[in-house]
């Protein structure tokens, strides 16, 4: 009984396997049509200053609408695009539209604010990164000053010598760097130092029990005064209640993103939310 059972599961395993890599071959195979065929449109998740309750960015996030699947998560697709080489072109259209977005916000006298973008790892390590992503900024008419790039600490320290040129060019032009997911990747912290990296995303892991747990307590308190002795700025990922911002307020964390201020917004809802934060009428404590 017990040997069938385990035959069974066994089975059953192999079954999802190859349902699971038909499935991934499929949406392989799919993104390759994405951007030509406009299936791919940006959303913008406001990030708010703890300190003066104002917005201060965005990041934003990308999303992929397949006309038969509907709409499939980043969780799922970016790491296809990334084997197999497509996310250098997707990055790249990502930069392109924020770009372009912000010179429209401009002109339409919205206020400014910088916009962070989400860099893989295959993109980072590209030829001539900073050339390639000053040029779209450029002809899309924006200052760099308004763009944040996205790392994860796995991207940053993947060849950590390479990496360390590659972030110090691209502070040198002008935008912000900072680290993603911060505290989750397998890392020595010796990089921070040496690195011109502007601000440290504190992951959404720590923060979720960050109101009862007290190891997650004395992990995102660490990593918020290592931040300051260090002159970066942190940010909170995932915040999505009240109390998990007295606690960040209390520690010093300046900035927090998360549903508790905004979800992430397609461009005519988030237009509308930086025309009512500047009138200073959000949620204000
Ligand atoms: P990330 O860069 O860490 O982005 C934050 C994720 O947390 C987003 O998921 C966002 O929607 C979600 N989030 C924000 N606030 C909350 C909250 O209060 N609670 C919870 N539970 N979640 C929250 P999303 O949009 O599904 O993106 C997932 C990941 O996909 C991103 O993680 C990023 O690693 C990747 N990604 C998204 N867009 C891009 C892109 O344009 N390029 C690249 N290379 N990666 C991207
Ligand atoms: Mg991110
Ligand atoms: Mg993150
Ligand atoms: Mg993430």
Not at 129 to 136: D, T
């Amino acid at each position: 009984r017990a040997k069938q059972d385990g035959r069974n599961s066994f089975r059953f395993f192999a079954q999802e396997m190859q349902e699971h890599s038909l499935r991934s071959l499929q949406l392989s195979a799919a993104l390759k049509d994405a951007l030509i065929n406009d299936q791919f449109h940006l959303v913008y998740q406001p990030q708010l200053n703890l300190t003066d309750n104002t917005i201060v960015g965005a990041e934003a996030l990308l999303r992929w609408d397949h006309p038969e699947w509907g709409a499939i998560s980043p969780a799922e697709f970016i790491p296809l695009a990334e084997q197999n080489g497509l996310i250098v072109k997707i990055g790249e259209w990502v930069l392109q539209q924020v770009a372009r977005q912000q010179k429209q916000w401009l002109s339409k006298d919205l206020p400014e604010i910088i916009v962070a973008i989400n860099i893989s790892a295959l993109q980072f390590h590209q030829q001539n990164l900073v050339e390639r992503i000053s040029k779209i900024v450029e002809e899309a008419g924006v200052s760099p000053d308004n763009i944040e790039i996205e790392l994860t600490e796995a991207v940053a320290l993947k060849d950590p010598e390479v990496a360390g040129k590659t972030i110090d060019a691209l502070s040198q032009q002008g935008f912000k760097v900072s680290i993603d997911d911060f505290g989750t990747g397998y890392s020595s912290m010796s990089y921070l130092k040496r690195f011109a990296v502007h601000k440290l995303k504190i992951d959404q892991s720590f923060i979720k029990d960050i109101v009862t747990d007290i190891d997650d307590q004395a992990i995102v308190t660490a990593i918020i005064q290592m931040a300051h002795s260090l002159h970066k700025t942190t940010i909170a990922e995932g915040v999505e209640t009240q109390e998990q911002i007295e606690f960040l307020k209390l520690k010093g964390c300046e900035e927090i993103q998360g549903y508790w201020y905004s979800r992430p917004l397609v461009t005519e809802q988030f237009e509308a939310f930086l025309l009512a934060s500047n009138s200073k009428t959000t949620k204000i404590n």
